[in-house]
Structure formats: structure tokens, C-alpha cells
């Protein structure tokens, strides 16, 4: 099409015309140039063809956004899990996870203390220990958990916490219960719901009753709950205070007992940065301020609004307070209580050593936590409750701007690429009013002419309207400065559609692990490499050891010098398991060191995403009796064959799964490969130098008469042996040939297992289609 400049008309006055698109019917020129008329013949087709490049904009970019959303983008697996509870919330995805450790100040995530469960082989038992989807999985809406307070009878632990409802929007008091020192957790229910929100529930003994104080601060008073029939069961005893204080803790020292909280509610009062405290004779009042009210009234930073239950250790008083200083609840931080009368008070930090979250936004706390509850178990261990989140406080929203940023962006740019190939013509009027609906009112256009903003933005549309007369007349068609200026325009409008999308419906980025019966667990990454292929492996190392629930990763080096721990970049323990011999049955060599019973054998050219990953590890907790892989693998036809994924899906069914991407039971599988009836696979498998996971496929279909292989479609899988060019099997015709061999042989040992056809799409979550 033309380019010529803009010829506009259809106005009078200096009024300018409203965005008039024509394409001139008859009269065109040779070059086939766009004008603006006044011929109203042919408004029909002006309309049409303009109409039509915006329909065609929308469905092509709306189709590439479809198509990034749907194969490119991590779904938010929370809404998954529940459909009333775990939806995304402005005030965030907080969970509660426990610690435990030798003393208040040495404290370690559940996961690193090795504990086990006999229900189920996908222990051990890994945070966060009590979720949104442990409260609305047990019937009861919530869309986070946080604030959590421990309350120890004998040996059974109750734990009570702020949950929100995910159907009132309103903060109640939950509460679980747990007979193993917090490995599992039953949810008992809500044990306090008002009109209005509650959190903060601190619990304590008084005169042999059960209190609680939660933070009730909308309701403008702080109220005092006892226990009538715990602990489900909760009657208001009186009003505390009739103030609006936030994360209120009562104490007893030295004969009185002090209260502590904060009241946003003064004329100048520094939020998060403010704290004042209170004495009486009793928990239950009166209540005498403190004489240097407000301790604290500075940088929100600073710690001073209460983050938990104080606690004594060596004889020494300690307060946990929130740092508020990025964004709320940040981090909690310690401080010993020096000084602490009614005239007086002080405090100064002290260190506490809780294991930091080394995956980013990839572990359940990774953006922040803000209350911690530590309390002496009766073995003489401590034990700590802590809630974590892995997005920043508003995070949906910013989202939310960011993406209709993009999209409003595209918007200018398919205007700006029509106004390039001709497609639009288009001139901004600078008068607020239209010129063709009869009489104006001469008041208006008096104040249009005198009004300061009505010239400014005259003055801006008439640039504008310069400015794409200018840019339509310089940009030539057949130049190179034209086609690279259009192909930029669209490769960047293509980005911004998918970097909308992406804010959009991508969810918060972070790749959360599944529950199953409302637990997490972790499990071992195996991956077997040589010298040839370090720059896969480091990508492959600091790629995966961000995934939520690995463990550790584990790097059987089969050839060549291997290489240092420090030349990887791990957020997890990397151990490199040398081999005596360049072997593919190393691949199953039984391995003492392995904390996990679940281990996930990946091939370290194959690259996917972590919510992948983390589907294929909550099948196979559902399944540990079977290998769940992300390859499917037919042996079928006479004479068996060999086939890939695209053959298995032409005869709807696989018998098979590669074993170099799929899970498996460590102690089941590995000691089944290494028996006395896979001895002569295994000798097979050494002269072949192929067919070790097809030889595993033979010995769990030989040793069950049920199904032994599941599948999980991934999202995206990359292999990167492509790039590097040292392939395991570069020639896929020569390597499925050896593997058909194998088969006849195998077959011949271990039985047929073409039989043990398994459909796609039999299970109901759809990851098998």
C-alpha cells in the first residue's frame, strides 16, 4: 500500500475531524494512496477495511497470547486444589511451617530433621505444615494462614492461627491439632468467628483457665476470650481496652504483668514503627500506660510492632518484632529485653539462627515471614512455628496494572503499525466538540478557548496529528528503514502481548509444590552425565535446585575428570557420585546416601519448568507403587517394536515410560535392578551400552500384575543435547533399532508386557492427555 501524507477534510473552523479512515473506492492514484473524503459513498468500505486490520490484530495477537498462555505459562496450581479456598489475595498466599532445633536461637526447617511418616512413602515430612489447602480440603474456605500460636497439653500441641475466609473475606481463628510434635496436623475448625476480623491469637494460662486475646482492632477494642470447652469453644470475658490495638501479647515479669501493642491510631503515629506497652496486677486490668509511651514511634523497620509470643531462655526475657521496612511483615527480628519496669525499658537485638529460604519465591517463605511462636517441648527440644509467604504484600494488583500496561501498550502499537502500511489514517480533533451535530453551545466554547488544560490539550493533538503526518510521510514503502521498523514494531508488540498475559493469568511466578492429604514432602534429583557436557549440567543444577520439593541432587559422573562443588550454582546440596566404570546401569546403583524414598531419575539435557516437575511428583505420591514419567513409550507390533510418543498417541496407549525423566520408589526400584533375576539384563544392557529404562520398564511390569507406569504431559520440555550436539543417542532410527532388539530379549526373559497398554487421558486430572 501507499504512503503518502494525510490529506484531511470533513472539517471547518480549525476544528480538526474525529479519526475519519477512508479508502478511496474510484479515485485512488497508481501508488494506491489512502485520503481522507468527504464522499460518503464510500464510508461502507472506509469503515470495512479499517474494521477489518483491527479484527485481524485482535485475533492474531489474541491468538498468540492464547497459545503463550496455555503452552508457556506456570498456572497458579493453587486453583487447583480447591475451588472455594487458596484464591489469590491482595494481602498474600501466607502458610505456617514448623522448626525445631536445640534451642530458640538454632532452629531448623522439619525437612532437615528427617522426619518420617509409615502412611506414606512420600515422606519425610516437609513445610509448610498447614496451608489454605489443609483448612478448605478440610471443609472449612481459606485463602491463607499466618499469625500462628502454639498451646501445649502434656504432649499434644494445638496450634492456633488467623485464617481467611475465603468466601467472607474476614480473618477467623482456626485451629489445628497434632500428637507428633507437629509433623501432621489435624484441622479441627474455627474456633472464634465475629463480625469482624480477628487475628493475632494469643493464647495463654491464667488461674487455671484458658485465655485468648486475638487482635480485633476494626472492632476498635481489644477483648479477652476464656475457654469453655477447648478448644473449639471461646466466651468473650471482658473488653481489655477500648483501643484499636494490633498484635497485642500479655507477660509476666517480676511480679506485674505487662501488655504490649500497638495503636495506629494517634495523630502522628508511625505505623509498623509504633509500640507502647501497659502494667497491671492482673491479666485481666486495669490497665496502667507505661511512662514512656510510645516506646517506639520511628522506622517501621526497626522491629517494634510485635511478631510473636516473647519467650524466656537462660533466665532472659526476649520480644519478636516484625521488620515492616520493604514490605509488610519482611522478616522477624529478636531482642533481649534488658530493662523492663514500669518507668522504664530496654532492648537491644540479638541474632536468631532460623534457617533462611534459599529458593527465592520458590519456597514457601520465600518473600517474607513476620511471626514466630517458640516454645520447649517436654524432651527438652524446642520447637518453633513460623508463617511464610512467597509473594510481597499487593502482588495480584501490581500484576493486574502491569499487565493492562502491556496490553495498552500493544493497543498504541497496532494503531502505530495500520498508520505505517496505510492502514489507518487517522487525525485527533483539538476541539473537545464534534462539528457536525448542529448548533454549539457558545458558553462551552468560550471556556474551551480561555481554559488552560482545553489549550494544552489542543496544543498536544496538533502535534500528534504533525507527528503522524510526519512519521506516515517519512517512512516510505520498499526501504529498509520501513521493513525494520515494522518488524520491530511487531516483534515488540508480540513481546508486550505475552508479557501481559504473563501478569495477567500467569499467577505470582512462583513454582509452589502440590499437596497430597494436605502434606508436602521432597524428594532426590539423579542425573547421570560425564565431561562433555558440564555447560548443560550447571544450567541443569541451578535451574532445578530452585524447584520447591528438591532435595538434594545427586550427579552420577560416569566419565572424565569430575568436576568442583563450587562450580555450581545450587540453591540445594550437590553431591557428585564418582563410577568406577562408564556403565548406563549406574544410572540404578542403590545408594545408602539418599534421604528421600522418592527420587526423580532426569537426564541432564532435558529442561522443564518446576510446576511440571512438581505435577509429576504428586502423581507419584498418589502412585509409589509405579513410575511416573513425562515420556511416553509403546513396545508394540509384530515384530515388537520400539515406539515414541507420536506412535503411542496414534494407537492411544503406552506400556512404557523413559527412565530418564520419571520417579520412582529409590529402595523398590533400585534393589529390583540390582537382583539376581536382572542379572542378565543388566549384562544387556552393558554390551548394548542402551536400554537400562527399558530394562526397568521389564522388571515393574514383572513384578506387579496392575498397572506399573503413569504419565504426566509437561508443559514445555526442551532437550538441550540439541544445542550442544553430544547427544547420548544422536541417530533416533539407530537407537530405537538397538531398543527393539532389546525388547525381543527382554521379552524372552521377563515376560510381554505389550498387554499393559494404559490409555491417555484415563485419569480425571487431565495431565495425561
Known amino acids: 500500500m501507499g504512503s503518502s501524507p494525510i490529506v484531511a477534510s470533513g472539517s471547518s473552523g480549525g476544528g480538526g475531524g474525529w479519526c475519519r479512515w477512508r479508502r478511496n473506492g474510484t479515485g485512488g492514484n497508481k501508488n494506491g494512496n489512502f485520503n481522507i473524503s468527504n464522499n460518503n459513498n464510500y464510508e461502507g468500505c472506509v469503515l470495512s477495511s479499517t474494521f477489518a486490520y483491527f479484527v485481524f490484530s485482535f485475533v492474531v495477537l489474541g491468538l498468540i497470547g492464547n497459545l503463550y498462555g496455555r503452552y508457556m505459562l506456570t498456572a497458579n496450581v493453587r486453583a487447583g486444589i480447591n475451588v472455594v479456598g487458596c484464591a489469590e489475595d491482595n494481602e498474600g498466599s501466607w502458610s505456617i511451617g514448623v522448626f525445631f532445633g536445640d534451642s530458640p536461637f538454632s532452629l531448623k526447617p522439619i ?14 515430612v516437609a513445610n509448610p505444615v498447614v496451608t489454605c489447602a489443609s483448612l478448605s480440603d478440610a471443609g472449612f474456605p481459606s485463602n491463607f494462614v499466618a499469625d500462628p500460636f502454639l498451646y501445649k497439653q502434656v504432649d499434644i500441641l494445638y496450634l492456633f492461627y488467623e485464617t481467611k475466609n475465603s468466601i467472607t473475606m474476614q480473618g477467623d481463628i482456626g485451629v489445628s491439632r497434632s500428637v507428633d510434635d507437629g509433623a501432621t496436623w489435624q484441622q479441627l475448625g474455627i474456633a472464634l468467628d465475629e463480625d469482624w476480623h480477628l487475628s493475632y491469637p494469643y493464647v495463654f494460662d491464667y488461674n487455671g483457665n484458658i485465655y485468648m486475646m486475638p487482635e480485633s482492632s476494626s472492632k476498635g477494642e481489644l477483648r479477652l476470650y476464656r475457654a469453655v470447652d477447648f478448644p473449639l469453644k471461646w466466651t468473650k470475658e471482658k473488653i481489655i481496652m477500648k483501643k484499636p490495638l494490633i498484635d497485642s501479647f500479655i507477660i509476666p515479669y517480676e511480679g506485674k504483668f505487662y501488655l504490649f501493642g500497638s495503636d495506629h491510631s494517634g495523630i502522628g503515629t508511625k505505623k509498623n514503627g509504633q509500640l507502647e506497652i501497659w502494667h497491671s496486677s492482673s491479666p485481666l486490668g486495669p490497665w496502667k500506660p507505661h511512662k514512656n509511651n510510645p516506646i517506639y514511634n520511628k522506622d517501621e523497620s526497626m522491629g517494634a510492632r510485635n511478631g510473636g509470643r516473647p519467650f524466656v531462655y537462660n533466665g532472659n526475657l526476649y520480644r519478636i518484632g516484625q521488620d515492616c521496612g520493604d ?12 530493662v523492663l519496669t514500669t518507668h522504664e525499658f530496654e532492648e537491644s537485638e540479638v541474632p536468631i539462627s532460623v534457617e533462611e529460604p534459599i529458593k527465592g519465591r520458590n519456597s514457601w517463605n520465600g518473600a517474607r515471614n513476620h511471626h514466630l511462636d517458640v516454645q520447649q517441648l517436654s524432651s527438652g527440644k524446642w520447637i518453633g512455628v513460623m508463617d511464610g509467604d512467597r509473594v510481597p504484600s499487593g502482588d495480584p494488583f501490581h500484576r493486574f496494572v502491569l499487565g493492562c500496561a502491556s496490553v495498552f501498550s500493544v493497543a498504541i502499537l497496532v494503531v502505530l503499525v495500520g498508520i505505517i502500511i496505510g492502514a489507518i489514517k487517522c487525525i485527533v480533533p483539538v476541539s473537545w466538540c464534534f462539528h457536525n451535530t448542529g448548533k454549539r453551545n457558545d458558553t462551552f466554547l468560550t471556556w474551551e478557548r480561555s481554559n488552560l488544560f482545553s489549550s494544552k490539550i489542543r496544543l498536544f493533538c496538533s ?42 493469568y500467569g499467577g505470582s511466578g512462583a513454582q509452589e509444590p502440590y499437596p497430597l492429604n494436605g502434606h508436602y514432602s521432597q524428594f532426590t534429583l539423579l542425573t547421570m552425565t560425564y565431561d562433555a557436557r558440564m555447560w548443560n549440567l550447571k544450567m541443569y543444577i541451578k535451574h532445578y535446585s530452585r524447584c520447591s520439593s528438591v532435595r538434594e541432587i545427586v550427579v552420577i559422573w560416569n566419565k572424565g575428570i569430575p568436576p568442583k562443588l563450587t562450580e555450581f550454582d ?48 504428586l502423581i507419584w505420591r498418589k502412585h509409589p507403587e509405579r513410575m511416573v514419567g513425562f515420556y511416553p513409550r509403546l513396545a508394540y507390533g509384530h515384530p515388537l517394536t520400539y515406539r515414541g510418543e507420536k506412535y503411542a498417541r496414534k494407537y492411544n496407549g503406552y506400556n512404557m515410560v523413559l527412565t530418564g525423566a520419571a520417579f520412582m520408589d529409590s529402595l523398590v526400584a533400585f534393589e529390583r535392578y540390582w537382583s539376581k533375576e536382572a542379572e542378565e539384563g543388566r549384562l544387556f544392557v552393558d554390551s548394548f551400552f542402551n536400554c537400562e529404562d527399558v530394562l526397568m520398564n521389564y522388571l515393574y511390569a514383572n513384578s506387579s500384575s496392575d498397572s506399573v507406569v503413569e504419565y504426566v504431559r509437561p508443559g514445555l520440555a526442551i532437550d538441550t543435547s540439541k544445542f550442544s550436539g553430544v547427544a547420548i543417542s544422536r541417530n ?38
Open 570 to 617: 545450587s540453591a540445594v546440596p550437590v553431591r557428585i557420585r564418582v563410577e568406577k566404570q562408564n556403565s548406563l546401569n549406574n544410572r540404578f546403583n542403590v545408594d545408602p546416601l539418599i534421604k528421600t524414598r522418592a527420587v526423580l531419575e532426569l537426564d541432564d539435557d532435558i529442561m522443564m519448568n518446576c510446576n511440571d516437575i512438581e505435577r509429576g511428583f
Open 463 to 504: 502535534r500528534l496529528n504533525r507527528a503522524t503526518s510526519t512519521l506516515h510521510a517519512r517512512i516510505r514503502p520498499n526501504t529498509c528503514a520501513r521493513t525494520f521498523i515494522l518488524v520491530l514494531t511487531i516483534m515488540v508488540s508480540l513481546t508486550l502481548t505475552c508479557t501481559g498475559v504473563n501478569y495477567i
Open 327 to 338: 514490605t509488610y511483615g519482611r522478616r522477624t527480628r529478636v531482642f533481649k529485653v534488658e
Open 732 to 769: 533416533t532410527q539407530a537407537h530405537y533399532g538397538v531398543r527393539s532388539n532389546c525388547l525381543k530379549k527382554f521379552s524372552e526373559i521377563y515376560g510381554s508386557i505389550t498387554e499393559r497398554k494404559m490409555d491417555f487421558g484415563r485419569r480425571k486430572d487431565g495431565w495425561d492427555l
Open 111 to 124: 525437612e532437615s530433621m528427617n522426619v518420617w511418616k509409615d502412611e506414606s512413602r512420600a515422606w519425610p
